[in-house]
C-alpha cells in the first residue's frame, strides 16, 4: 500500500491560515469592537485555534521562516525586506512560548494563540510570495508585499494594544518570572521595531525596483566604486562571532538604549577594555541584533592588512549604500554619483563625502543610522585613527540625531 503524501508547507500552512480568522486582538480585550478584518464581536480566538494549532503547523510555520532568507537569497531589492519579515515571525513564536511559561494565568494561552495565528498567516503570505517568485510573477510582487505589512500591522495592533493595557505585564506577575518578563520585553520591544520599519517601506517602490534592471546595474556599479563593503567580518557570517545567548546581557542592553535615545552630544559611544575582553564579540552582536531595525555598517580593524584597513569610511559608505531604508541607500548613492573616485581620496575626503554630506540631508530620519568601528587600536598607522576620532567629533553634530 503506498504511504501517503506528506502535505507540502504551503498546503499546511494554507489549510492552517484558512482555518484561521483574520484580525486583532477580538473579543479577548475589546468585546464589541474588533480592531481589523471580518471576524465578528464575541469571537473567541482562543477556542477557534485550538484544533489548527497543531506542532506540525508550527514547525511547518518555523521552518518557512528560517528556510525563507535562503530561498530569497538571490532575489535584490526585496530580499532584506523578506529576511526582516521572517525575522519578526520567529520572534513570534518565540514570543509565544515565552507567554506560556507562566502557568497561574488561563489568559496567557488565549493571547500566545493569538501569536501564533498572526505568525503562521505571516508565514503562509511568505511562502505564497516565494512561489511567485519561483514562477517569475513579479508584477504580483508589489500587492503579496502589501499583504505582508498588512499581516505585519495586524500583529502590532495587537502587541501595542496588550501593552498600553499592561496585559504583558499582568502575564508574568509572579514573583518567580521575572526573567521570563524581562526577555519578553526585549523580545516586543524588537519585534515592534522590526515592524515599524517593515510597515513604512514602499511595497511599490520596491516591486518597480525589482523589476528595473537598469537601475539596479547602476547601483551595483556605483557599491562597486567603493570596494569591498564587508572587510573586516570575522568568519563568512557575521552571526558566526555573536555573544552566545544570555551571554553580555547587561552592556548589550545599556547599548541597545543608547541606539534608541542617542541624541545631542551622545551620538558616539566609546567602549574600551582589556584585550581579550570580547570587544569585538559585542560589536558584532550589536550590529547583527540591529541588522533589521536601522541602517547599520560595521568595520572590523585587522592588525597586518594596511591596505584594507584604509578602507573604512568606503567600507561603511557601502554597507549603508544598501540599506533596507530607501532614504539612506538613496543618500549614499547620490555621494557616490557626485564623486566615483571619492575610494581614491584621503580619509578626510571619504568621511565628508560618503557620510557627513548624504547622513547630513537625514536630519529628521525616524530610525537609527549605526556605524561600528572596531579594534581601532589594531590600525598600524596611529595618525589615522586620531585623524579618524577627531573627524567624528567634529562632524558628529551633522548627523540625525538618533
Known amino acids: ?156 495592533g495587537n502587541i501595542e494594544e496588550w501593552e498600553s493595557s499592561d496585559v504583558f505585564l499582568k502575564a508574568f506577575s509572579c514573583c518567580d518570572e521575572a526573567e521570563g518578563r524581562r526577555i519578553c520585553e526585549g523580545t516586543i520591544r524588537k519585534v515592534l521595531e522590526e515592524i515599524r520599519l517593515l510597515v513604512a517601506l514602499s511595497a511599490t517602490d520596491l516591486a518597480n525596483e525589482l523589476k528595473n534592471t537598469e537601475l539596479q546595474k547602476e547601483q551595483r556599479h556605483l557599491l562597486n566604486r567603493l570596494g569591498d563593503g564587508n572587510y573586516g567580518i570575522q568568519g563568512n557570517n557575521i552571526e558566526d562571532v555573536t555573544c552566545l545567548p544570555g551571554t553580555r546581557v547587561d552592556i548589550l542592553e545599556q547599548i541597545d538604549s543608547w541606539v534608541r535615545g542617542a541624541s545631542g552630544s551622545k551620538r558616539a559611544l566609546w567602549i574600551h577594555g582589556m584585550a581579550g575582553r570580547g570587544k569585538s564579540t559585542i560589536a558584532a552582536t550589536v550590529a547583527h541584533r540591529w541588522k533589521f531595525r536601522a541602517s547599520c555598517a560595521i568595520f572590523h580593524y585587522r592588525r ?40 581614491n581620496e584621503q580619509l578626510s575626503e571619504q568621511f565628508k563625502t560618503l557620510l557627513v554630506a548624504s547622513l547630513g540631508k537625514l536630519k529628521e530620519h525616524p530610525y537609527p543610522i549605526l556605524l561600528i568601528v572596531d579594534a581601532l587600536d589594531e590600525c598600524h598607522d596611529t595618525k589615522d585613527v586620531v585623524d579618524f576620532v577627531r573627524l567624528i567629533h567634529r562632524h558628529s553634530a551633522s548627523f540625525p540625531a538618533n
Do not use: Y
Open 1 to 156: 500500500m503506498a504511504a501517503e503524501a506528506r502535505p507540502s508547507m504551503r498546503e499546511v500552512l494554507r489549510e492552517a491560515s484558512d482555518e484561521m480568522p483574520s484580525g486583532g486582538i477580538l473579543a479577548l480585550l475589546v468585546p464589541d469592537t474588533p480592531l481589523w478584518g471580518d471576524v465578528q464581536p464575541g469571537f473567541n480566538i482562543a477556542e477557534e485555534t485550538r484544533g489548527v494549532m497543531s506542532q506540525e503547523v508550527l514547525a511547518t510555520a518555523l521552518e518557512t521562516f528560517e528556510t525563507i532568507k535562503m530561498d530569497f537569497r538571490t532575489i535584490p531589492v526585496i530580499r532584506r525586506c523578506i529576511e526582516a519579515a521572517a525575522d519578526v515571525g520567529s520572534m513570534l513564536l518565540e514570543l509565544a512560548q515565552l507567554i506560556l511559561r507562566p502557568k497561574t494565568m488561563d489568559r496567557n494561552e488565549s493571547m500566545a494563540n493569538i501569536i501564533r495565528s498572526n505568525a503562521v498567516r505571516l508565514a503562509g503570505r511568505l511562502e505564497h510570495l516565494k512561489e511567485e517568485s519561483i514562477t517569475g510573477q513579479e508584477e504580483r510582487f508589489a500587492p503579496l508585499l502589501i499583504e505582508v505589512q498588512r499581516e505585519l500591522q495586524c500583529t502590532q
Open 304 to 343: 597586518g592588512q594596511d591596505a584594507l584597513n584604509a578602507r573604512l569610511v568606503c567600507a561603511l559608505a557601502r554597507q549603508l549604500g544598501a540599506s533596507l531604508v530607501s532614504e539612506v541607500k538613496n543618500a549614499i548613492l547620490q555621494s557616490i554619483r557626485g564623486n566615483e573616485d571619492v575610494a
